[in-house]
Nanobody
Framework: QLQLVESGGGLVQPGGSLRLSCASS????????IGWFRQAPAKEREGVSC????????KYADSVKGRFTISRDNTNGTVYLQMNSLKPEDTAVYYC?????????????????WGKGAEVTVSS
């Protein structure tokens, strides 16, 4: 059974850093496109970063470019999101998700399988 579990969320001060992890099971990471998404209170879910199938490149939303880095460890099936220089507007529930499509398009949120999310709060 395909499963995604996020961890690493928490409360951090503006300018701080967090690293989110997305542990996968039940499938081979290279066979899916995988992305990180976030949903702030009263806002629509938005794409943050993604890998296409095979992980040959990465893409980022303009709002996080230069601050967030997506990475993966295929040996343990985990995808990471390193978040630096965090801002209050980064406060949201962060989700990882996968889809069979080979493409990574940050603006798309049509993914088949989702984790339950990890809450990130950036506040002083």
């Amino acid at each position: 059974q395909l499963q995604l579990v996020e961890s690493g969320g928490g409360l951090v001060q503006p300018g701080g850093s967090l690293r989110l992890s997305c542990a996968s099971s039940g499938f081979t990471l290279d066979d899916y496109a995988i992305g990180w998404f976030r949903q702030a209170p009263a806002k629509e879910r938005e794409g943050v970063s993604c890998f296409p199938r095979g992980g040959i490149y990465t893409k980022y939303a303009d709002s996080v470019k230069g601050r967030f880095t997506i990475s993966r460890d295929n040996t343990n099936g985990t995808v990471y999101l390193q978040m630096n220089s965090l801002k209050p507007e980064d406060t949201a529930v962060y989700y990882c998700a996968v889809r069979l499509s080979s493409l990574c398009i940050v603006g798309e949120v049509a993914y088949e399988y989702w984790g339950k999310g990890a809450e990130v709060t950036v506040s002083s």
